[in-house]
């Protein structure tokens, strides 16, 4: 009778205790993990390569358990001098270097969790962040903030329609900070960022306020409309696609407020009354009075 020694990786005859056959593959299921540093435990195969880790998921790590190869517990001399490599393998990623990585990143998994970005814009964000990192730019300046200005920038090249209010309140940082970080990124890192389309923000508004389709198609084509006698050039994408949607509720009769459409956007209702006068008129809207 032959068995197989999963923990030996060895197939054994049971009558004579010949080794058949050693260092046989694992065909078992993964291990279930509940986290990552669970998964980087007890997982086989490892994390994926990506730019959002610190050490982008290539580093090597001395594992906890006091066993050699082939299962054996190790002798106390060989345990001391495994404590010892551990510690200094601790020691050897605790550059400054490796703090602001992790810092940083450790607040990019926040954000993305919070606004629901996807992995391109975390893997664009990271690479921002090790460019300006690489020019030194994060000595005296927030890490926080400079984050969350890559993580705009990139969510504006990658068509992710996130404001500086969103990701702020997400990394918990002034609105402030992260646009003063923003002018620095761009300035030294030579980018050109493109204006927004209004028309990303109005799903996202109307889902916020309650909005049906109709009124959001409707919103979409004065929109167009706008754009096509280039009354949208210059001003607020934000502030467009939530007059768009007020002007559009009206005209189907859904009962919703300015207040409520302002606060869902994050504009004021000067600004939204202002500019559903001016749309009104220059579109011919005379059904609509604000």
Same mark, same amino acid.
């Given at each position: 009778m032959v068995v197989t020694d999963v923990d030996t990786g060895e197939v054994l005859c049971t009558k004579c205790g010949s080794v058949l056959e050693e260092k046989i593959e694992s065909f078992g299921p993964e291990y279930q993990t509940r986290g990552f540093e669970q998964y980087?435990? #007890?997982?086989? $195969?490892?994390?994926?390569?990506?730019?959002?880790?610190?050490?982008m998921g290539l580093s090597t790590i001395i594992g906890t358990k006091n066993k050699d190869a082939t299962g054996n517990s190790l002798t106390y001399d060989m345990k001391n001098t495994f404590e010892?490599?551990?510690?200094?393998?601790?020691?050897?990623?605790?550059?400054?270097? +490796?703090?602001?990585? #992790?810092?940083?990143?450790?607040?990019l998994n926040t954000v993305k969790e919070k606004l629901a970005i996807p992995d391109t814009v975390i893997e664009k964000t990271a @690479?921002?962040?090790?460019?300006?990192l690489a020019k030194k730019m994060t000595r005296g300046r927030n890490i926080s903030a400079l984050v969350s200005a890559a993580l705009y920038v990139s969510c504006k090249e990658s068509g992710v329609p996130r404001t500086l209010n969103d990701i702020a309140n997400a990394a918990n %940082?002034?609105?402030?900070?992260?646009s003063k970080?923003?002018?620095?990124? %761009?300035?030294?890192?030579?980018?050109?960022?493109?204006? @927004?389309?209004?028309?990303?923000? %109005?799903?996202?508004?109307?889902?916020?306020?309650? =909005?049906? +389709?109709k009124t959001q198609r409707d919103a979409l084509s004065i929109l167009a409309s706008a754009k096509k006698k280039g009354l949208v050039?210059?001003?607020?994408? =934000?502030?467009?696609?939530?007059? $768009?949607? @007020?002007?559009?509720?009206?005209?189907?009769?859904?009962s919703k407020t300015q207040r409520e459409i302002a606060r869902a956007s994050g504009i004021s209702e000067v600004t939204i009354r202002s500019r559903t006068k001016f749309l009104s008129d220059v579109l011919n809207l005379h059904c609509i009075t604000a």
């Open positions: 980087m435990e #007890k997982s086989r $195969s490892g994390s994926k390569s990506t730019l959002a880790l610190d050490d010892r490599l551990r510690m200094w393998d601790s020691r050897s990623k605790s550059s400054s270097v +490796e703090r602001s990585l #992790k810092t940083a990143f450790v607040l @690479y921002l962040y090790r460019k300006a %940082v002034k609105v402030n900070d992260v970080h923003l002018r620095i990124l %761009v300035e030294k890192l030579d980018l050109r960022l493109a204006s @927004y389309d209004s028309a990303d923000f %109005v799903s996202r508004i109307a889902s916020s306020v309650g =909005i049906g +389709e050039e210059g001003k607020n994408p =934000i502030a467009m696609a939530a007059t $768009s949607l @007020y002007l559009s509720s009206i005209m189907n009769k859904e």
